[in-house]
């Protein structure tokens, strides 16, 4: 199959190859004035053979959304991919593969410690019915039970 270069880099990446779970570097941004946003993978599920159920991966979006800027103050955005297969992370001018993967884990780590989903609520959340602390936590768990794997992106 040929496939077609696009403008999206995760478009472009073959899903068939990786082997998740993994941390990768997705792409550079340099702004006009020399800011670097550097755009992260964070891949939880295997691409087209698992996938995280909504609430868990809300719950774990807004968990690790907010934990994560505990831990650093170049965090941009921590959000989650369409395929519910793993998130993006990116930071402004911080190139440090492994901080990112230290941060990572203190981020996981407190996720599971959490108490309550912060923000669940129709105030504060476009659908605050979705949410599962419980299935977040589980999700983080089985990241946090692979770590010495986060750095392999490729199958053998």
């Not at 792409?27 to 599920?45: A, C, F, P």
């Not at 774990?60 to 934990?67: G, K, N, P, V």
């Not at 407190?110 to 669940?120: G, I, L």
């Amino acid at each position: 199959m040929t496939k077609e270069k696009t403008n999206v880099e995760s478009f472009d990446l073959d899903h068939t190859k990786v082997k998740a779970p993994y941390v990768r570097l997705a792409g550079v941004k340099t702004g006009k004035n020399g800011d670097e946003v550097y755009k992260y993978d964070i891949r939880l599920k295997q691409p087209n053979k698992e996938h995280m159920e909504m609430p868990a991966l809300h719950s774990l979006e807004h968990l690790s959304a907010d934990i994560i800027r505990n831990y650093s103050e170049n965090i941009v955005d921590f959000s989650p991919m369409g395929c519910q297969t793993g998130f993006y992370v990116s930071l402004i001018n911080h190139n440090d593969y492994e901080d990112l993967l230290t941060i990572l884990e203190k981020t996981f780590t407190d996720v599971m410690k959490a108490t309550a989903v912060p923000a669940c609520n129709e105030v504060q959340c476009g659908w605050a019915a979705s949410h599962s602390l419980e299935g977040a936590q589980a999700l983080a768990q089985a990241f946090l039970a692979k770590r010495d794997e986060w750095h392999i992106v490729f199958a053998e």
